[in-house]
């Protein structure tokens, strides 16, 4: 006998689904891949069903794997990626397929919102538009399509909707989820009408606003039978993945600092101000499960991306090495980058493949800077994991502008890039602080269970659950000698900008400066 929670985590490329108990201990959990069609460069779309079907056939695997009671799962809770959206119509069905974060066909729509109300965007809203640009793009593009959607939900509500059978009526979105909306206003949780207003966007194809731990609706007869569970489980709305995996991370006070080794890089701090980022349009903010709280962010999309295209195209002596010994060839790689000095040979490497995002600027791409003779190909590699140090301390320093009173003592670092340790003691000489690991890594499904855990009376008080849930597995301190060094590097990385923007633009056909 006992009591469980599943947490169901929708990501970009795959979900994974968690059986946790109340302690937050991990009983058994299944991933799986979804789909990418992509027809041609661009374009990238996903069936909204196959994030469905893939948690169904997720939580029979989790309940095989720990062979419990289904009577003992008393919640489901949900977390999932943020920028992308679904069109459903009045019976909740899906009229669009999945828009992706990944799919750009809105950029145009993007480019326009940016030239025209960044600063009002950033004022109202998080600084980031990813959804009001697709709205336009459907409005726009695909007018008959358009007319058909009832409601416009982010992946997270179209799978709990229809696992509990809601109808378009019910559609929802959680307050943590909005940070991609750029139509909503931070602080009070609104849809902005304002700015829908501004930008065109017609609010009643918009869902209702919830909080992240309201009961959405129960299990359906149909989906309990699929899945292996009792009918009427509580389903709970959850939050988006990185505030869920904030949660998970124990970011629950201000001046908790995080940083996210992921696929997308995230560095945030909490904070109990909203404080537009107006001098430098750097700092989004993303809502914090907790009313009174917000994450004060910056992220490098495709960050982590970075690293791994390096290890696909360059280490092909590493991966032979990692072939005949079973060793991971990030570690190879990490073993013998050690020995390189602080700043790979006075080489600088720029991480925004895909464009960067903080502030808006697609129009940049990567680039080596500094190469010569002596380099290897291990010291472009060491340069890839020092820039988005640079890019973190960039952030940070915006921040003490905003939050001078606010000081930060350690950064926790979470995500599959949190298992290097050379890449944590980069990070911490670059930024002068404590680097901290923790003992677990699924940690947005266990702040999705967790929220779910609240909403059914399971957790009396979900900060205090987060905060002995979340525990520190050790240190890595800042060497004074390695951040004097990083400093010129630091100062190099903040010009490149300023100087290589007119080329990128030119690279790409989408300078401002041209």
């Known amino acids: 006998m006992g009591t469980f929670i599943i947490g169901i985590d929708l990501g970009t490329t795959g979900l994974k689904v968690a059986l946790i108990d109340v302690n937050g201990q991990v009983m058994g959990q299944s991933y799986s891949e979804i789909k990418i069609t992509s027809p041609k460069p661009g374009v990238l779309e996903q069936d909204a069903d196959d994030y469905l079907m893939g948690a169904v056939k997720g939580i029979k695997n989790v309940l095989e794997i720990a062979k419990i009671n289904p009577s003992d799962v ?65 409005k726009n593009e695909r007018p008959s399509v358009y007319k058909q959607v009832y409601k416009f939900v982010t992946l997270t509500p179209y799978v709990a909707g229809r696992m509990a059978g809601l109808k378009g009526n019910d559609a929802y979105i959680d307050y943590t989820s909005l940070l991609c909306s750029g139509i909503h206003e931070v602080k009070t949780h609104t849809w902005s009408h304002d700015l829908c207003h501004l930008l065109h966007i017609d609010m009643d194809k918009l869902p209702v606003i919830v909080d992240p731990w309201k009961i959405i609706g129960k299990l359906t007869v149909q989906t309990a039978h699929l899945c292996g569970l009792k009918e009427g489980i509580p389903l709970v709305a959850g939050a988006g993945d990185q505030p869920a995996g904030f949660l998970g991370a124990g970011i629950v006070e201000s001046g908790y600092a995080i940083d996210v080794a992921g696929s997308t890089s995230v560095f945030s701090v909490c904070t109990g101000e909203f404080i537009p980022d107006m001098k430098y349009k750097r700092i989004v903010y993303m809502n914090s499960v907790f009313p009174d709280l917000y994450y004060a962010l910056t992220y490098v999309s495709g960050g982590g991306i970075a690293v791994r295209w390096f290890k696909d195209q360059f280490a092909v002596s590493e991966k032979q090495e990692s072939e005949q010994s079973g060793v991971n060839v990030f570690s190879i790689l990490d073993k013998k980058i050690c020995t390189l000095e602080p700043g790979s040979g006075d080489l600088l490497f720029m991480p925004h493949l895909g464009g960067r995002a903080c502030p808006n600027e697609p129009e940049i791409r990567g680039a080596w800077i500094g190469l010569n003779w002596g380099h290897s190909h291990l010291h472009m590699y060491r340069a890839i994991l020092e820039s988005i140090a640079y890019d973190q301390v960039v952030t940070l320093e915006a921040f003490e502008e905003l939050f001078p009173d606010i000081h930060i003592d350690t950064v926790r670092v979470i995500g599959g890039g949190s298992k290097s340790r050379i890449w944590n003691q980069i990070k911490s000489d670059v930024l002068n602080l404590p680097y901290a690991r923790l003992d677990r890594q699924e940690l947005a499904v266990l702040g999705s269970s967790m929220i779910a855990g609240y909403a059914t009376g399971v ?46 633009g030119c690279l790409t056909g989408e300078s401002i400066y041209s």
């Open 74 to 138: 008393v919640a489901i809770g949900f977390d999932g990626q943020m920028g992308g959206l679904v069109g459903i119509a009045r019976d909740y069905m899906p009229v669009t397929h999945y828009d992706s974060v990944l799919d750009t066909r809105s950029q145009p729509f993007s480019a326009r919102i940016k030239e025209k109300y960044e600063p009002v965007i950033f004022q109202s809203a998080s600084g980031v538009w990813n959804h009001a640009s697709k709205l336009l793009w459907w």
């Open 459 to 504: 957790y009396a008080d979900l900060k205090k659950t987060a905060q002995m849930q979340a525990l520190e597995t050790g240190r890595i301190r800042p060497r004074a000698g390695n951040h004097k060094k990083y400093r010129k590097y630091i100062r190099a990385y903040r010009k490149i900008f300023d100087c290589l923007q007119p080329v990128w």
